[in-house]
């Protein structure tokens, strides 16, 4: 059961004496309580099919269903990238999927899983975009994240693992107070809501769910340097088990400021302690690169860097 999705409950009575009955009434209703929590019918909640919630928006011979339909695969070559998007536009809420990424030499490479608006001026993103890499060399992960129009907030952490060699998941997480990016359940970037501070955060717009292949060798790998080999080419992603739980615009207008929303809850206003101790190991092992510590750039930190989680 997905959480945000309505349901029925069907409870098998037991016909015992009154006393023990109440007692049982009570333990249920007890048990099943935190159930109930996680019901909220205005939101649309159920796992995501290619086919069905998503569409080709560049050269669909470039994308093609693989194991037995299960997956979709995304190519590269000389030719062309390619790219797919959701059908609709979601108002918070929480978006994943599992993705395996080119194995080998994917140098230049870039194979990116976001959130978008869809607008020029002020266009709200969120962004995943994993940075090919040499042979035996880490994969790097850059997230950004834009509100109102301005971005450059790039992050940049190598994966504690090859994501090449099986299937991950990744995950958006957005509400009203914050946005948080996900690797398999590890929190690698949190960005706070400080618009009381003058700080932008991505609230007035809808955004789709968006994914692309592509060649970047001008930047991509250590800053360019390591350009495309074509010899190695096509290059592959996987993609599968996709799932939005979120408000769809057009929708039920009152959804994306329904408190009882699962997302909007006090257990996802900030990380857990256990979710920031992930956090901070993340930070201290395996981030590359903070554009809130980058001098040159930034001689005066960006105020949201000082917000904290």
Not at 270 to 293: F, G, Q
Request: hydrophobic residues 35%; proline residues 6%.
């Amino acid at each position: 059961m997905h959480k945000g999705s309505a349901c029925a409950v069907n409870t098998a009575i037991i016909a015992v004496a009154a006393p023990l009955k109440v007692m049982n009434v009570a333990l249920s209703f007890f048990l099943l309580y935190p159930l109930f929590l996680h019901l909220s019918p205005p939101v649309s909640a159920k796992p995501a099919t290619f086919q069905q919630d998503f569409r080709v928006t560049w050269s669909d011979s470039h994308i093609r269903l693989v194991e037995g339909g299960q997956s979709v695969q995304l190519i590269l070559d000389q030719h062309s990238g390619c790219g797919f998007t959701s059908k609709y536009k979601y108002m918070y809420g929480r978006v994943s999927m599992k993705i395996k990424l080119i194995t080998g030499d994917s140098a230049g490479t870039v194979t990116a899983f976001y959130m978008n608006s869809d607008t020029d001026s002020i266009r709200d993103e969120l962004d995943f975009e994993f940075l090919g890499n040499r042979s035996g060399q880490p994969y790097t992960v850059q997230t950004n994240v834009y509100a109102h129009g301005k971005g450059n907030r790039e992050q940049r952490v190598n994966l504690w693992f090859d994501p090449s060699a099986e299937y991950h998941t990744y995950t958006i997480m957005w509400n009203h107070q914050q946005v948080v990016f996900y690797v398999d359940e590890v929190p690698i970037r949190v960005y706070k809501n400080n618009e009381a501070r003058g700080i932008p955060y991505p609230k007035s717009q809808p955004m789709g769910v968006y994914s692309t292949l592509w060649e970047a060798d001008d930047w991509a790998t250590r800053g360019g340097l390591e350009k495309i080999d074509w010899n190695k080419a096509p290059f592959y992603a996987n993609y599968k088990d996709f799932d939005i739980e979120g408000c769809q615009v057009p929708g039920p207008t009152p959804c994306a400021s329904n408190p009882n929303n699962w997302w909007e809850r006090a257990a996802y206003q900030k990380l857990s302690p256990a979710e920031a101790m992930k956090y901070y190991w993340v930070r201290r092992n395996h981030m590359i690169y903070d554009y809130c510590t980058d001098k040159l750039r930034y001689p005066i930190s960006p105020p949201e860097c000082m917000a904290g989680i």
